[in-house]
Protein backbone atom coordinates (compact mmCIF):
# COMPACT_ATOMS: atom_id res chain seq x y z
CA UNK A 1 0.00 0.00 0.00
CA UNK A 2 1.26 3.57 -1.30
CA UNK A 3 0.41 6.67 1.10
CA UNK A 4 0.46 10.14 0.71
CA UNK A 5 0.58 12.86 2.83
CA UNK A 6 1.20 16.88 2.74
CA UNK A 7 3.63 18.64 5.42
CA UNK A 8 4.03 22.16 5.30
CA UNK A 9 7.85 23.08 6.76
CA UNK A 10 7.15 25.13 10.28
CA UNK A 11 9.92 27.12 10.87
CA UNK A 12 11.01 25.09 14.38
CA UNK A 13 11.95 22.86 12.15
CA UNK A 14 14.55 24.59 10.75
CA UNK A 15 18.02 25.82 11.27
CA UNK A 16 19.34 29.23 10.56
CA UNK A 17 19.41 29.07 6.86
CA UNK A 18 15.98 27.98 6.82
CA UNK A 19 16.97 24.50 6.31
CA UNK A 20 14.74 21.78 7.46
CA UNK A 21 16.94 20.18 10.29
CA UNK A 22 17.64 16.29 9.06
CA UNK A 23 16.67 14.73 12.54
CA UNK A 24 13.24 16.49 11.36
CA UNK A 25 12.95 14.10 8.40
CA UNK A 26 12.95 11.12 10.91
CA UNK A 27 9.75 12.82 12.58
CA UNK A 28 8.07 13.34 9.12
CA UNK A 29 8.66 9.71 8.57
CA UNK A 30 6.67 8.83 12.08
CA UNK A 31 4.01 11.05 10.91
CA UNK A 32 4.02 8.89 6.87
CA UNK A 33 3.70 6.01 8.60
CA UNK A 34 0.84 6.94 11.22
CA UNK A 35 -1.41 8.25 8.90
CA UNK A 36 -1.45 5.63 6.38
CA UNK A 37 -2.29 2.90 9.13
CA UNK A 38 -5.00 5.29 9.79
CA UNK A 39 -6.16 5.38 6.61
CA UNK A 40 -6.87 1.45 7.08
CA UNK A 41 -8.89 2.39 9.82
CA UNK A 42 -5.54 1.33 12.51
CA UNK A 43 -4.30 3.69 15.41
CA UNK A 44 -1.30 3.26 16.81
CA UNK A 45 -3.11 3.97 20.55
CA UNK A 46 -5.59 0.84 19.65
CA UNK A 47 -2.82 -1.18 19.03
CA UNK A 48 -0.92 -0.36 22.02
CA UNK A 49 -4.30 -0.82 23.87
CA UNK A 50 -4.30 -4.67 22.00
CA UNK A 51 -0.85 -4.80 23.76
CA UNK A 52 1.08 -4.59 20.66
CA UNK A 53 4.06 -2.26 20.35
CA UNK A 54 5.98 -1.25 17.13
CA UNK A 55 9.80 -0.30 17.89
CA UNK A 56 12.30 0.87 15.18
CA UNK A 57 15.16 -1.59 14.98
CA UNK A 58 16.84 -0.19 11.54
CA UNK A 59 16.48 3.86 10.49
CA UNK A 60 18.67 5.07 7.29
CA UNK A 61 18.23 8.36 5.55
CA UNK A 62 19.70 9.49 2.37
CA UNK A 63 19.37 13.52 1.93
CA UNK A 64 18.93 14.23 -1.95
CA UNK A 65 18.08 18.56 -1.68
CA UNK A 66 17.19 20.58 1.21
CA UNK A 67 13.84 21.17 1.88
CA UNK A 68 13.67 24.90 3.35
CA UNK A 69 11.33 26.62 5.32
CA UNK A 70 7.70 26.88 4.35
CA UNK A 71 8.05 24.87 1.87
CA UNK A 72 4.92 22.25 1.17
CA UNK A 73 6.60 18.64 0.97
CA UNK A 74 5.04 15.38 -0.20
CA UNK A 75 6.31 12.49 1.71
CA UNK A 76 4.76 9.26 -0.23
CA UNK A 77 5.19 5.94 2.21
CA UNK A 78 5.32 2.11 1.68
CA UNK A 79 5.44 -0.79 3.15
CA UNK A 80 8.67 -2.20 1.23
CA UNK A 81 8.64 -5.82 3.05
CA UNK A 82 6.57 -7.47 5.72
CA UNK A 83 8.54 -10.80 7.14
CA UNK A 84 7.39 -12.90 10.05
CA UNK A 85 8.21 -10.14 12.82
CA UNK A 86 9.68 -6.82 10.77
CA UNK A 87 7.86 -4.52 8.92
CA UNK A 88 9.86 -2.38 6.06
CA UNK A 89 8.71 1.21 5.30
CA UNK A 90 10.05 3.23 2.73
CA UNK A 91 9.69 6.70 2.28
CA UNK A 92 10.28 9.63 -0.56
CA UNK A 93 10.01 13.51 0.53
CA UNK A 94 9.57 15.48 -2.73
CA UNK A 95 8.68 19.06 -3.03
CA UNK A 96 6.63 19.80 -6.06
CA UNK A 97 8.51 17.14 -8.56
CA UNK A 98 11.90 17.23 -6.99
CA UNK A 99 13.19 14.25 -4.89
CA UNK A 100 14.29 15.81 -1.51
CA UNK A 101 14.74 12.86 0.71
CA UNK A 102 14.57 9.09 0.85
CA UNK A 103 14.30 7.43 4.14
CA UNK A 104 13.90 3.31 5.01
CA UNK A 105 12.86 2.67 8.38
CA UNK A 106 12.28 -1.54 9.70
CA UNK A 107 10.04 -1.73 12.68
CA UNK A 108 9.49 -5.02 15.02
CA UNK A 109 6.42 -5.92 16.65
CA UNK A 110 6.81 -6.52 20.35
CA UNK A 111 4.40 -6.97 23.44
CA UNK A 112 4.43 -4.69 26.71
CA UNK A 113 7.52 -6.87 28.12
CA UNK A 114 9.74 -6.25 25.24
CA UNK A 115 9.35 -9.26 23.15
CA UNK A 116 9.66 -10.06 19.84
CA UNK A 117 5.76 -10.89 18.53
CA UNK A 118 4.93 -12.47 14.98
CA UNK A 119 3.67 -9.24 12.55
CA UNK A 120 -0.32 -9.35 13.23
CA UNK A 121 -2.10 -9.69 9.71
CA UNK A 122 -4.42 -6.69 10.14
CA UNK A 123 -1.16 -4.38 10.09
CA UNK A 124 -0.07 -5.68 6.93
CA UNK A 125 -1.52 -3.97 4.00
CA UNK A 126 -4.25 -4.80 2.24
CA UNK A 127 -3.33 -4.34 -1.55
Known amino acids: MDHEIQIRVRYQETDQMGVVYHGNYFQYFEMGRTEMLRAQGIRY???ETAGEFCVVVNVECSYKKPAMYDDLLTLKTRVK??????????HHVYRDDELLAVGHITLAVVDRNGNIQRVPDWMKPTD
Not at 81 to 90: F, G, L, N, Q, W
Open 81 to 90: KVSRVKIEHE
Open 45 to 47: KDM
